[in-house]
């Protein structure tokens, strides 16, 4: 079983930058492909990042490249989301997601989500 938590959301004007936490427990937290999605109000759920188990490749949504980055610390058992020049098409909740599938689509666990809010 693995629980996780995100924090960091907020509030943020746009440009500004926020950093989410995922953090997560129970075991082999560093087997796991880890991921954030985003839904935004009306909208389907949508793949943002991931990283796999090694920290070696990243994958990244067009929306968000070059403007966010996905890292994990596995000895700290959690997964990152830089997010710098955010825009108001941002404003989501953001899901961490952990899993041993493929990068967009094979995810078991899932946290309960932050708010992350770009005011224009």
């Known amino acids: 079983q693995v629980q996780l938590v995100e924090s960091g959301g907020g509030l943020v004007q746009a440009g500004g930058s926020l950093r989410l936490s995922c953090a997560a427990s129970g075991r082999t937290f560093s087997s796991y492909t880890m991921g954030w999605f985003r839904q935004a109000p009306g909208k389907e759920r949508e793949f943002v990042a991931a990283?796999?188990?090694?920290?070696?490749?990243?994958y990244y949504a067009d929306s968000v490249k070059g403007r966010l980055t996905i890292s994990r610390d596995n000895a700290k058992n959690t997964v990152y989301l830089q997010m710098n020049s955010l825009k108001p098409e941002d404003t989501a909740v953001y899901y961490c997601a952990a899993g041993l599938g493929h990068y967009r689509h094979g995810y078991d666990y899932w946290g309960q989500g932050t708010q992350v809010t770009v005011s224009s």
């Open positions: 990283i796999l188990w090694n920290g070696g490749y990243t």
